[in-house]
């Protein structure tokens, strides 16, 4: 890498929201937004605007674009599945629209219910439209390391797909391990050929955790000079239509990491961690994060009484 500074995107809100049983209250979405906003993130994906019958956990996705308190160092996008949502979410004033789409054809059938090549028609009229405007377009390829009903997913397929979206005109690739099948020179050697070919994209990593792998994954994709990543407080979300998946990266263990290395998040690890401890009371269990339960590698404790009286 030739710098230091690491820019952290955060996705609970959406990412992690919407896969809870129960509804986070609007008002609690942007109080968390807000308090997030205030963090040193360089992106925050807010919300999805999709049809509140397939996701009613995100039913207030207007609302809570037009109530949260922006902060102009920050860039709020939101996941948008067709035309309408692009056109609901541009009605908000969205700084960026995050499009998906799965690199495995299995998996795109069964999360989009389409084949790719339906999925990147309907995607390619979306970034048609908002393209013009002032408004960001950023593709998330879903399963680009590994397919759970595929098996591998062949590096040229991946690039194969990022050529046909830059070619249409996006500023920015995201590289989905939706299922966590991803693996340290898997990652390093795929993020390497897409940054050699595609130099003018803006690249993110988004790992999940699903084998105990991601940061290990994280610090691969550093290694080749990727500096965007995709987590979530507390660990939250993860692929409903991927067998076994569990959440996405956490973002206070990730950030813990790359602070410990001498890298700058520009995002305050307490403050962060100030946040993740309300979840657990907001969403009615348990987080997977590891430091909010164990605090940072340097945090001291006193000695026990029973180990003092020997000394």
Known sequence: MTSNKIYM???????????EAM??????????????????YAKIEVTSFTSPKAIP????AEEVMHRIRRNPDVLYTVLVPNLRGAER????????????????????????????ERSFEQLAGIIGEVKSTPVQINVSLSCAFGCPMEGDVAQDEVLSWTDRFAGLGVHGITLCDTTGMAYPTQVGALFERVKSQFPGLELTAHFHNTRGMALANANAAIAVGINRFDASLGGLGGCPYAPGASGNVCTEDMVHMFELMGLDTGVDLQEILAVASLLPKLIGHD??????????????????DCVASTV
Do not use: W, Y
């Open 57 to 60: 956990a995100l039913r207030d």
């Open 23 to 40: 509804f986070i209250p609007t008002e609690e979405k942007i109080a968390i937004v807000d308090q997030l906003s205030e963090c040193g």
């Open 89 to 116: 979410a541009m009605s908000c004033g969205v700084d960026e629209i995050n499009l998906v789409m799965s690199v495995s054809e299995q998996h795109n059938q069964s999360n989009l219910r389409m084949t790719r």
């Open 287 to 304: 987080v997977p994060g590891q430091i909010l339960k164990a605090g940072p590698r340097l945090k001291l404790h006193p000695v026990l």
């Open 9 to 19: 995107q955060e996705v609970a809100c959406r990412d992690g929201f919407q896969n």
